[in-house]
């Protein structure tokens, strides 16, 4: 068995969404003095690679407290390398049978080479909104991509996170490395904390050969 690491590090600077809190990560004893090493991690439930859960912009949605098979699933690779701006419903309409037996989809777009870089809550690739229309019939858990979100930067309306998390898909962002993965035959996992009321989560997301 081979276990993938599809996450960022969490750490003091790093990126975090325009206008959103940085993260804190300092220690608050250390063996030298306390006997034991303990750190403080402030950061809000939408930072580094993370999922959106229903709740985060449906008041009475689910939350992060749902059973933990909603996190566990069969996966699939969507490669959407050559697609700019708008990912087109034509490349998951190019899957449709694949899609029908998996529990989440991975879209793997490369925009994580920008970790780190001014660019990376740029221009960045989303689903066209035809397409979450389209993904929106599917029985799928999740839908992950290596980006920061599933609507433009700019937008105030969410379309495509509308639609993805009113019909119980779950949205895993800032995935990083899917190029390690095979395009499917394996298994995915995203387990975020059990937080009271919680629209999403930090988690270690990783993919199981």
């Not at 449906?58 to 939350?63: A, P, Q, T």
């Not at 920061?148 to 995935?175: A, K, M, Q, Y």
Request: aromatic share 8%; charged share 20%; net charge negative.
């Amino acid at each position: 068995m081979l276990v993938i690491d599809l996450s960022h590090l969490v750490t003091n600077g790093m990126p975090v969404f325009p206008g959103t809190a940085p993260i804190v990560l300092k220690p608050v004893a250390g063996i030298d003095f306390e006997g034991i090493n303990e750190l403080l991690l402030q950061m809000t439930t939408h930072t580094g690679t993370h999922i959106d859960c229903p709740r985060h912009i449906i008041n009475g949605g689910f939350d992060t407290t749902v059973s933990v098979g909603k996190f566990f699933g069969k996966g699939l690779l969507i490669d959407c390398l050559k697609e700019k701006g708008e990912i087109s419903l034509r490349v998951f309409q190019a899957h449709e049978e694949e899609i029908r037996k998996v529990d989440f989809l991975l879209l793997y777009t490369g925009w994580d080479k920008n970790w780190d870089k001014p660019d990376y809550f740029g221009n960045f690739p989303v689903p066209a909104v035809d397409a979450a229309d389209y993904l929106s019939g599917f029985e799928l858990k999740g839908i992950g991509i290596d980006a920061p979100g599933f609507d433009p930067v700019n937008s105030t309306s969410l379309p495509v996170h509308n639609r993805l998390l009113s019909h119980g898909i779950i949205l895993i962002e800032n995935l990083t490395n899917l190029k390690s993965l095979p395009r499917n035959e394996f298994m995915f996992s995203c387990l975020p904390l059990k937080i009271e009321n919680g629209d999403g989560c930090p988690v270690r997301a990783v993919g199981i050969i």
